[in-house]
């Protein structure tokens, strides 16, 4: 590398080191902190590991649980979407494209509370089946339950979920795939065994990208989930803005990343397996 | 058979896309109508949310800081980015890849974990909380983007013409300003209008990092908090807007597809 790019580079450099390894690295040492009288005292303990794992276990196993679920779901229909848009949408599909970038970068809490006015007890949905006399009560099902969790983040990281997809579809070539239908090959061999191992990097990208998003979020079991739907990060936020415990909510959130690329790893393992050779 | 299928998987192509925009549809709708619920039957349509909505100090104060902060970090990132990928674009292929997957890390994290290490990291350097830690913090996450879009347009730059420049006497300095921006500019004003994009839109790392005051979407946050006042469609509708417009305007400048 040249003096000159070493130079161009730096600017970059210097963001991601200082406001993003920094602060990251910072965290990781303040987990192993403890606090007394409301003040940081430096230590090396486990304790706040542990505590993670006695006290926040429940919330912990229903985060990842509920994560996977979002990022098969979410991952499932991107990888639809994008086959549509690559293979079936003809000129249709810059179209689709263009929909899904423009919902991706606008709107994170406008999705949500749209989500919540849709699905509440006095929302959208009721009063349109109330209206349309399908109901005679609105229905409370909508709403507070991890299923409504489910629908909102998928919605949110649906986009999110194509593009990485949908780039890896864009290498399948067109001319493999009339190779191997020239060959012989029947639909859904040529969908195993050309398309399917071309785009798995996508699709595992996809999967890992949305997991670790949904099991983050904080915002969605707060506005959607009710009271007996708290993630993991609900607890996290909690030990920054009421607690001010922050060696824990440190440690809960490093606890949370790993089980999150734990999951990820193990998911990926499953779907080696399971594909056919 | 095929016909059934093709058919098949337009319609469920069709059905994602509204599944995609209804609820912001839905948001945009009863933003414009005159319900004191968010619900049907929609009884007129009317601006007076907007008008509630204008009336009141705190949401322009809001708005304010909202520019402010996207503005300053559309400028700054499009600059640093731009550079690093004008950089990148001049290394091997592999090396600029890892440095592309090294940069881009941290968008692949939940922005809460961004958010808290940010917050603590600040407090302990006793850097005092306000738009401009917003905007650091903001920094971050929109970095990578600018550097991905205008990498890719790099990517098959032909260089032809900057080392015609330099053959016939210009400086590095001379030659990007007159060669190499004008070919790129569009792009760059389209990384610009994703980063503000994002930092407008951003609600968690900007509700850890800055301390008092508001934006748009802490704003409207603190509303839903509190009671679901239709006013929020009306602040959506406005965040959506700036947000999508600032989209579709940087997709047609860099035609960048993903």
Redesign the interface.
């Known amino acids: 590398?040249r003096p000159?790019?070493?130079a161009?580079?730096a600017?970059?450099?210097a963001?991601?080191a200082v406001?993003?390894v920094?602060?990251?690295a910072?965290?990781f040492v303040?987990s192993f902190w403890r606090v007394k009288t409301f003040k940081?005292r430096p230590d090396f303990t486990f304790d706040n590991y542990a505590d993670t794992f006695t006290k926040y276990l429940e919330p912990l196993v229903f985060t990842m649980a509920i994560g996977f679920a979002i990022a098969t779901l979410t991952t499932a229909?991107a990888f639809?979407?994008a086959?549509?848009?690559r293979f079936?949408?003809g000129r249709?599909g810059?179209a689709?494209?263009?929909?899904?970038?423009?919902?991706?970068?606008?709107?994170?809490?406008?999705?949500i509370?749209?989500?919540?006015?849709?699905l509440?007890t006095?929302?959208?949905l009721?009063?349109?089946l109330l209206?349309l006399g399908l109901v005679r009560e609105p229905l409370t099902i909508f709403i507070y339950n991890p299923g409504a969790v489910v629908v909102t983040l998928t919605?949110f990281l649906?986009?999110l979920a194509v593009?990485p997809i949908?780039?890896s579809l864009r290498g399948v070539r067109d001319i493999t795939l009339e190779a191997a239908r020239d060959l012989g090959a029947r639909p859904a061999r040529v969908f195993l065994d050309v398309v399917l191992p071309q785009c798995l990097p996508g699709v595992t990208a996809a999967f890992?990208?949305c997991f670790?998003?949904a099991?983050?979020?904080?915002?969605t079991p707060r506005?959607v989930g009710g009271p007996y739907t708290s993630m993991i990060?609900n607890f996290?936020?909690g030990q920054?803005s009421l607690k001010f415990d922050?060696p824990s909510?440190?440690a809960m959130?490093f606890t949370m990343?790993g089980a999150c690329l734990a999951c990820v790893a193990v998911s990926r393992a499953l779907l080696g397996l399971a594909r056919p050779r | 058979m095929t016909a059934v299928s093709n058919a098949l998987w337009r319609a469920f192509g069709a059905l994602v896309v509204a599944l995609m925009l209804t609820p912001l549809a839905l948001v945009v709708l009863f933003s414009f109508t005159d319900n004191a619920l968010t619900n049907f039957p929609i009884e007129r349509f009317s601006t007076r949310w907007f008008r509630t909505l204008f009336e009141r100090a705190e949401f322009w104060k809001a708005f304010g800081n909202s520019l402010t902060i996207a503005g300053s970090v559309a400028v700054i990132s499009s600059v640093v980015g731009t550079l690093a990928a004008l950089a990148l674009a001049r290394l091997g292929e592999r090396l600029a890849n890892a440095a592309l997957v090294t940069l881009c890390f941290p968008v692949m994290l939940p922005a809460l974990v961004i958010g808290i290490a940010l917050l603590v990291f600040f407090n302990k350097t006793g850097v005092p909380f306000s738009l401009a830690t917003v905007i650091l913090g903001h920094l971050v996450i929109t970095q990578p983007f600018v550097i991905l879009i205008v990498y890719a347009r790099m990517v098959g730059f032909d260089y032809a013409a900057v080392d015609s420049a330099r053959d016939l006497g210009a400086s590095p300095w001379v030659a990007f300003w007159t060669v190499t921006f004008p070919m790129v500019s569009t792009t760059v004003i389209g990384a610009a209008l994703i980063a503000m994009a994002i930092s407008l839109d951003d609600f968690i790392i900007t509700f850890f990092t800055i301390g008092g005051g508001n934006t748009l979407p802490t704003y409207i946050w603190g509303k839903v908090r509190t009671y679901l006042d239709p006013s929020i469609n009306a602040i959506g509708t406005i965040l959506l807007a700036l947000t999508i417009a600032s989209t579709v305007l940087a997709l047609r400048l860099s035609r960048y597809r993903g």
Request: proline share 4%; no cysteine.
């Open positions: 590398m000159r790019q070493a161009m580079l600017p970059a450099a963001v991601f406001l993003f920094a602060p990251f910072f965290l303040v940081l229909l639809a979407f086959y549509v848009i079936k949408a249709h810059n689709l494209l263009v929909v899904t970038l423009v919902t991706l970068f606008g709107g994170y809490l406008v999705k509370y749209a989500w919540k006015t849709i509440g006095e929302g959208i009721n009063s349109a209206a919605h649906l986009p593009l949908y780039g890992a990208f670790l998003i099991a983050g979020d904080y915002v506005y990060g996290i936020e920054f922050w909510g440190a959130a990343l």
